[in-house]
């Protein structure tokens, strides 16, 4: 059946998968949820349940609402309610951040989007509390969708690979330094137009995507705890085999253990040089064990 075709498709992807198409699932998952739901209430002309389950998810400019659902600060960056939003988003996600995950792989991901959605909604909250223009419309501001998150992973890519070099339609090779740079003055000459809160958690999240990898090319990895923190939790749920295995030959068990060790700490070692220095300074022989390591 196609339908069980797709659905096996998508756990493949999910199950397998790196974390860049991990989260656009579940951005898309969070997306026809929502847009069933309100279907379900169009239809039984009764959208009270569907607007309360959104105002309780979508990031308030009120201090005082953020209080009572402070959840909303992690929600909101997995929230969208137009096709053409979430598709634009994702495609963004999509393109920055597999070039992230070339130079500095795949755990950093999670921790860098929800460290760009926490500065996002950080400097929304703060120029709707604080800047005069903003202010009369504090209580009834509320804002949604990951492009916060996606403009960190935007100006980390850019960061840490300046040069490397995107194919535009209508315009040719461009390199990426200069895609984030005008996607981000071109918002912020928007403000005034429309969607100022939106534009303005897009600084947030490009503050934080530049300076994690200022920070991490200096050799302090501010997102680290977040790292820590979810790959304790990934351990909580990886089956435990019951089954006891008797090697008869105990050197051959340690040694593979021994390579195993080496080899990820050989990843490590590559991953922090590319990192400082960017990945052109990696020496032909390590980048050649990047690609098959990556391979296993």
């Not at 998508?10 to 998968?17: A, E, L, S, V």
């Not at 569907?50 to 909303?72: D, G, I």
């Amino acid at each position: 059946m196609l339908t069980g075709s797709i659905t096996n498709d998508i756990k493949h992807q999910f199950r397998y998968g790196n974390m860049v198409m991990k989260l656009i699932f579940v951005n898309l998952g969070v997306f026809l949820f929502f847009g069933i739901l309100y279907l379900i209430t169009f239809l039984f002309q009764n959208n009270t349940f569907y607007n309360l389950l959104l105002s309780k998810v979508e990031m308030p400019a009120s201090l005082n609402t953020l209080l009572h659902q402070p959840w909303s600060m992690f929600t909101y960056m997995f929230l969208h309610t137009g096709f053409f939003h979430v598709l634009f988003n994702m495609l963004w996600f999509y393109w920055f951040g597999e070039i992230f995950v070339l130079y500095l792989g795949d755990k950093k991901i999670l921790p860098l989007y929800l460290l760009g959605g926490i500065t996002g909604a950080v400097i929304y909250i703060l120029a709707f509390n604080f800047v005069p223009v903003f202010k009369p419309a504090t209580d009834v501001s509320m804002m949604l969708g990951a492009s916060a998150s996606i403009f960190a992973i935007v100006f980390a890519a850019a960061t840490l690979a300046p040069d490397y070099e995107i194919q535009l339609m209508f315009i040719g090779i461009v390199r990426i330094k200069y895609v984030a740079v005008f996607s981000l003055l071109l918002d912020v000459i928007n403000i005034p137009y429309g969607n100022a809160g939106g534009y303005i958690a897009h600084v947030g999240g490009a503050l934080s995507g530049y300076f994690y990898i200022k920070a991490l090319q200096g050799g302090f990895d501010f997102a680290s705890p977040l790292t820590k923190f979810f790959d304790g939790f990934a351990n909580l749920f990886k089956p435990k085999s019951n089954i006891k295995v008797t090697y008869k030959n105990e050197a051959r068990k340690s040694e593979a253990t021994s390579r195993s060790k080496n080899e990820q700490q050989r990843v490590d070692e590559i991953l922090d040089k590319i990192a400082r220095s960017g990945y052109d300074s990696l020496t032909k022989e390590e980048k050649d064990f990047l690609f098959n390591y990556s391979k296993k």
